[in-house]
């Protein structure tokens, strides 16, 4: 475990993470899905960095059964009085587990912990058997980003600490566990607990380390298809040939991220589709991505969110930021590799660009958001998570500021050619490593050592420091943006009279592709008119969005017609948030909602409040305070 800089602590763990640090785990896992539990016995490996008499670990509304130690030539764990501190929200409470006696730099120590999750926990979702594809079998899955494995297991829950792991899962004999490392066959470690009474073993090893964030588990009646040698899809049964055809082109994503990154290290790339709940498009759990069935709809249009995650193999996962304060270090960078990937398997090179100009629609959107909500700090490149809940800090800016200042220092230092061979290096040096965002600006200026002045001309503090839009940017091409535009500004500019006539072939939208699609309703948002019921009953039916799979074109059509006060969106607004739980579609939707007033908002609080204990918690939470309840 290598901390580049110390002095970039984390605010948002509880742990002792300088003084001692985890190297090594072992999981032993019991996963109840009747009564919505998870019991593990953890075992830690820990590196001393720095004297200390006891390890710190992260909880969060979990319940600590015992605890143990082993030092030097101990073959026993050691039974030990733990301690809980008191409560600090929003980061948990500290477990104090005591060494015994003072541990110097560069000795080992191992510790047992036994705990039981509680109703409290917010990095699983449970969910009853009636809310799957199947409806047979209850399900449940984690979300742990960004501090939500201290509700699971007692860990150092923070980026800066990297470990490898093995674990053994009990489950339902008949049903099916993943996470987020590699399935073993036979037992690849050793386990003391004997085998429950109707239940089956899976066993996994993570050989590459990485963050708490990056644990992941999930369990349920999940099947599989092979796509290639080394991708695999998993998801319901019932949802598996869709899968199939939705996904069939990921070796060929894999493969081109390999040519912009280097060797992918995690050996296998597989992913699971999960049930409609899951908050995010996707999660990069390594070697088990997470994924929103909202991407399957039939036509392949929005498998290019697995370009991002698939990116992450390398942005985030191998090479991490230290703290949340350095997110950008993450997102940035992947959705910089991600529109490299998209374009080379275009075979446009332009696509970066129009995809950027989509971005900061988002970017604008977001910090608007923050400006009224008086939290306008939170819009720089590099935040303070003081007492901030990383959850609440999420937005588009670190992924549009952190790719637009990737996409400037391209540029600038003379276009991809020269570029894409410095990010081979960067991904080499820092593998496995914890940064944060002066070590990476480092790496350039030892990088480039021809091109210091241009990298000294660039206003460093501006770029990481100013709230609000980029203070740098590119001047991106709009090729691609022009049929859109031209297609949006009819719809702007002809009279009610005549939009029958002059808009009448739906050609003009289904022939443009599926971001495109988007574009054009995303412009015709932007432009906050308000629409008659005339022209938004033509613009539906001619372009049946009414009936359209795609989520990302229902909520733009649903906010536009929510921005005109039409009546008409509010069930399928409604629908929308109940249906699925993808936080970029859902959260929209009822801010929206909200803003229309009533019936709209009086709608959406009764809908929330009846759907709430279905919802994914990280989500639930954050709509309560979209629709100020809290």
Known sequence: ILLLNRRAMDTCTLSNYTQISISAAQ??????????????????????????????LDTASLNILDAGVRLGSDTEYKPVNFTMSPEEKPFGQALR????SQVQPGSTVEIRVRSKTSEKCSGIQWMAAAETAGRTHPYCFSQCQAIHARSIVPCMDTPGVKFRYSARVQLNQGLRCVMSALSQKDEA???????EPGMKEWFFTQPVPIPSYLFAIAAGNIARADLSERCAVYTEPEML?????????????????????GPYVWSRYDFLVLPPTFPYGGMENPNMTFLSPTLVVGDRSMVSVLCHEIAHSW????????NWDHFWLNEGWTVFLERKIKARLDGNPLLRHFLAREGVKHLKDDIEAFKTSGKFELTSLIISHQGVD??????????????????????????????????????????????????WRQSLFQYFTDKQAILESVPWDDIFNTPGMPVVKVELDDSLSSA?????????????????????????????????????????????????????????????????????????????????????????????????????????????L?????????????????????????????????????
């Not at 587990?97 to 015994?100: A, N, R, T």
């Not at 942005?315 to 230290?322: D, E």
Request: contains cysteine; aromatic residues 10%; proline residues 6%.
């Open 315 to 322: 942005t985030g996962n191998l090479v991490t930021n230290c």
């Open 27 to 56: 999981f032993d896992l019991i996963v109840d899905l009747e009564g919505r539990s998870l019991h593990a016995t953890t075992d830690y490996t820990l590196l001393c960095l720095q004297p200390c008499d006891h390890v710190l």
């Open 241 to 261: 040939d869709q899968c199939k055809y939705e996904f069939a082109e990921v070796e060929n994503m894999l493969k081109t991220a390999e040519s912009f990154c």
């Open 97 to 100: 587990i005591p060494l015994g």
């Open 484 to 592: 859109c535009s031209a297609l949006a500004d009819r719809w702007l500019t002809t009279p009610d009279n005549a939009i029958e006539q002059v808009l009448s072939d739906p050609r003009e939208f289904t022939s443009l592709s599926p971001d495109q699609r988007i574009e054009v309703l995303s412009l015709l948002l932007e432009a906050q008119r308000e629409w008659s019921a005339a022209r938004f009953h033509h613009f539906t039916s001619l372009y049946a969005l009414d009936k359209t799979a795609n989520c990302e074109l229902q909520i733009r059509w649903i906010r536009i017609g929510l921005q005109s006060r039409l009546d008409r969106v509010i069930p399928p607004a409604l629908d929308l948030v109940t249906r699925q739980g993808r936080m970029k579609f859902t959260r929209p939707a009822y801010r929206a």
């Open 594 to 630: 909200y803003e229309f007033g009533d019936p709209a908002r009086q709608q959406a609080v009764h809908t929330f409040t009846s759907n709430r204990p279905f919802m994914n918690p990280i989500c639930a939470a954050l709509v309560q305070k979209d629709l100020h309840l809290v």
């Open 390 to 439: 990383p959850d609440d800090s999420f937005s588009a800016v670190p992924y549009e500021k952190g790719s637009g200042l990737l996409l400037y220092l391209e540029e600038k230092l003379g276009g991809p050619e020269v570029f894409e061979p410095y990010m081979k290096s960067y991904f080499q040096t820092f593998a496995h490593k914890s940064i944060d965002t002066e070590t």
């Open 189 to 195: 470690a050793t386990f003391d607990s004997p085998l």
